[in-house]
């Protein structure tokens, strides 16, 4: 029997599809077709993708391949799947396979009933355009969610292709996963924000105070790389400081910073789990006592 050539055809021209098509021909694995909705969007994956079928048609698109790929945004990828299985772009033995770190299988479930295999790949990665993409999913985490062993390995290998290093994930925790996702990446952004929010009312211009603070966010991802969360901690919690502390909250008790006060307290907290090791019992059960006071 001739062995099966996968065909891989993506359907949503964005930052992480362009990139994923863009991996896969130069490691010589054969991309047909790539689907978007706008013009301007296919302009761009020409860019990356060469000799394809560019169109904004989904199913013309998907009866190009045998594999795949839907990357449009996780609200769209049901439709999407439903608009490709009405269109007969689906048949069995077909892979479908979407790229959504928050959303399970049956959102693919149609293709399922026709007998195609599906599957979930998400790189634990942040992606600003495809260049950047391009260059950072090679090394990066995957999840990968599956409904069976062989298809299992198959969505494995296939990110192996891919430059990545796949982990499985069970269904029923890719809420969870996708959570620790938005706090260690999009919730960090939205936490710098504030800090140079912070840093605007000593009158430092927005763009000065990013540069002022981005040295002191390397320094601590240095230091998550080379001690982990548990020795990376510095600051008044680590060092028992009550004091620092109450001139903190105090400070933020002010009307206009309750929202920021919420957010140093309720990381404080966090932060009093990783200093137990470090800081007494006793300073630990005072440190509490003042958050809470102040949460």
């Given amino acids: 029997m001739a062995k099966r050539v996968d065909r891989?055809?993506?359907?949503?021209?964005?930052?992480?599809?362009?990139?994923?098509?863009?991996?896969?021909?130069?490691?010589?694995?054969?991309?047909?077709?790539?689907?978007?909705?706008?013009?301007?969007?296919?302009?761009?994956?020409?860019?990356?993708?060469?000799?394809?079928?560019?169109?904004?048609?989904?199913?013309?698109?998907?009866?190009?391949?045998?594999?795949?790929?839907?990357?449009?945004?996780?609200?769209?990828?049901?439709?999407?799947?439903?608009?490709?299985?009405?269109?007969?772009?689906?048949?069995?033995?077909?892979?479908?396979?979407?790229?959504?770190?928050?959303?399970?299988?049956?959102?693919?479930?149609?293709?399922?009933?026709?007998?195609?295999?599906t599957a979930s790949i998400h790189p634990l990665q942040t992606f600003a355009d495809v260049r950047g993409a391009v260059k950072a999913i090679p090394g990066s985490v995957f999840a990968v969610t599956t409904r069976d062993e062989a298809t299992q390995a198959w969505a494995e290998e296939l990110v192996r292709k891919l430059g990545g290093d796949p982990v499985p994930l069970a269904e029923k925790d890719k809420t969870l996963y996708h959570i620790g996702a938005v706090v260690a990446c999009n919730l960090l952004v939205a936490l710098e924000h504030a800090a140079e929010l912070v840093y605007q009312e000593i009158g430092m211009h927005h763009e000065r105070a990013?540069?002022?603070?981005?040295?002191?966010?390397?320094?601590?991802?240095?230091?998550?790389?080379?001690?982990?969360?548990?020795?990376?901690?510095?600051?008044?919690?680590?060092?028992?400081?009550?004091?620092?502390?109450?001139?903190?909250?105090?400070?933020?008790?002010?009307?206009?910073?309750?929202?920021?006060?919420?957010?140093?307290?309720?990381?404080?907290?966090?932060a009093l789990d990783l200093a137990e090791a470090d800081v007494s019992k006793s300073r630990c059960e005072e440190i509490e006592e003042l958050l809470l006071h102040y949460s």
């Avoid at 060092?239 to 140093?264: P, S, W």
């Fill in 210 to 270: 990013l540069n002022a603070l981005l040295p002191l966010v390397e320094g601590t991802v240095g230091n998550l790389k080379r001690l982990g969360t548990e020795k990376a901690l510095t600051g008044p919690v680590a060092r028992g400081d009550i004091g620092v502390l109450r001139r903190h909250l105090e400070c933020l008790e002010q009307e206009e910073r309750k929202e920021l006060l919420k957010v140093y307290t309720s990381l404080s907290m966090y």
């Fill in 8 to 117: 891989f055809v993506i359907i949503g021209g964005g930052r992480v599809g362009t990139a994923v098509g863009n991996i896969l021909q130069r490691k010589g694995e054969k991309v047909t077709a790539v689907a978007s909705r706008s013009d301007e969007s296919l302009k761009q994956v020409a860019k990356h993708i060469k000799d394809i079928v560019l169109t904004s048609d989904v199913v013309k698109a998907g009866k190009k391949g045998n594999v795949i790929f839907i990357t449009t945004p996780d609200d769209l990828i049901a439709d999407t799947c439903l608009s490709l299985v009405s269109g007969q772009a689906v048949k069995k033995g077909d892979h479908l396979v979407h790229m959504s770190g928050a959303l399970g299988l049956d959102v693919l479930e149609p293709a399922e009933e026709l007998g195609a295999m």
